[in-house]
């Protein structure tokens, strides 16, 4: 899992509340560390985190959306694939999107799949002064 804290805005300073933007696509090399890098040149993320996970999609392989398999074909295989997760400023929510979007090529045929909704609920963790981010 690889985890990334880029700022913590006093709880004062936002605006908007915070949103959640959840990110999959395939587990192609290191693309996922790459977007959470391009993520440390934004502002307002407040943290991001990547993990790796499977997915089945249930209207591949012959499934159609009533789960019945279709004669000759097979269930879906799992395929390995990166879920990266940004917590960012309301404010800024929809840009981070667009940009996360863009970059990570969600528009092309098996790109993945993007959403972002309210966040839930979440403790503010302050990291001491003088911690260096994780190599990589």
């Not at 693309?31 to 991001?48: Q, V």
């Not at 799992?78 to 667009?98: C, L, M, P, T, W």
């Not at 940009?99 to 309210?118: F, H, T």
Request: hydrophobic share 40%.
């Amino acid at each position: 899992m690889a985890h990334l804290h880029i700022h913590t805005p006093d709880i004062a300073e936002l605006g908007e509340a915070p949103k959640l933007i959840t990110c999959v696509i395939p587990d192609e090399g290191n693309k996922d560390l790459e977007l959470l890098r391009s993520l440390r040149s934004g502002g307002d993320i407040i943290t991001a985190t990547s993990y790796q996970s499977r997915w089945v999609g249930s209207l591949s392989g012959g499934l159609m959306g009533d789960g019945k398999q279709r004669k000759g074909r097979r269930a879906p295989q799992a395929k390995a694939v990166r879920v990266i997760s940004v917590v960012v400023a309301g404010e800024f929510a929809n840009d981070v999107f667009q940009s996360l979007y863009d970059q990570a090529e969600i528009d092309r045929p098996e790109g993945g799949i993007m959403y972002m909704g309210p966040l839930g609920i979440a403790t503010l963790f302050t990291l001491p002064e003088g911690v260096t981010d994780e190599p990589g």
